[in-house]
Antibody
């Protein structure tokens, strides 16, 4: 079964750090670009970061640039999100998602496999 | 920016339900729809504005080519009560609508 399982969430004080993990099973992680998406309490989905298949290229939302780092270990089929200098507004459920390209256009993508999320709470 | 409307709605089982997503700029047809149930991961329903994902019920359909896109549920079933999100993949950063919660009337 194709599956993504996030872990590493928890309660952290403002200014603190957390490292989220996303374990992939049922498919070869190295074949896919991967994303992190978050959802604040009662809010919509917000894209956070993405990484290409071999980890050589990363992109971040402006709100997390310079504070968060996305990485991957394809040998261990695991995606990571290192979150530093955390703020109250980073409180959210964090989802990892697999990216699928459905044709050759550079815009033709959707997120076809998602984990169930891990909760990060930033509070003093 | 993607603006969904309404933000919530109440409907009866069997009703026809329509949710709209408006793009603030041209996104061609690079628009996806997801369904999310409480505490669960989003699930892809529609991609490229109108293509039904494999395994998704045919009572779901999508239309539009910008700036307005529509998700329609032809006959609402008990399993369809959830929150629905649109997402554009044309402009970076990719953005989602704020979600539409569909509740039982």
């Amino acid at each position: 079964e194709v599956q993504l399982v996030e872990s590493g969430g928890g309660l952290v004080q403002p200014g603190g750090s957390l490292r989220l993990s996303c374990a992939a099973s049922g498919f070869t992680l190295s074949n896919y670009w991967m994303h992190w998406v978050r959802q604040g309490p009662g809010k919509g989905l917000v894209w956070v970061a993405r990484i290409d298949s071999d980890g050589s290229s990363t992109t971040y939302a402006d709100s997390v640039k310079g504070r968060f780092t996305i990485s991957r270990d394809n040998a261990k089929n695991t995606l990571f999100l290192q979150m530093d200098s955390l703020r109250d507004e980073d409180t959210a459920v964090y989802f990892c998602a697999r990216l699928y390209g459905y044709n050759r256009s550079p815009y033709s993508y959707y997120m076809d496999v998602w984990g169930e999320g891990t909760t990060v709470t930033v509070s003093s | 920016q993607m603006t969904q409307s309404p933000s919530s709605l109440s409907a009866y089982v069997g009703d026809r339900v329509t949710i709209t997503c408006r793009a603030s700029q041209s996104i061609a047809n690079f628009l996806n729809w997801y369904q999310q149930k409480p505490g669960k991961a989003p699930k892809l329903l529609i991609y490229a504005a109108s293509s039904l994902q494999t395994g998704v019920s045919s009572r779901f359909s999508g239309s539009g080519s910008g700036p307005d896109f529509t998700l329609t549920i032809s006959s609402l079933q008990p399993d369809d009560f959830a929150t629905y999100h649109c997402q554009q993949t044309y402009a970076t950063p990719w953005t989602f609508g704020q979600g539409t919660k569909v509740e039982i009337k």
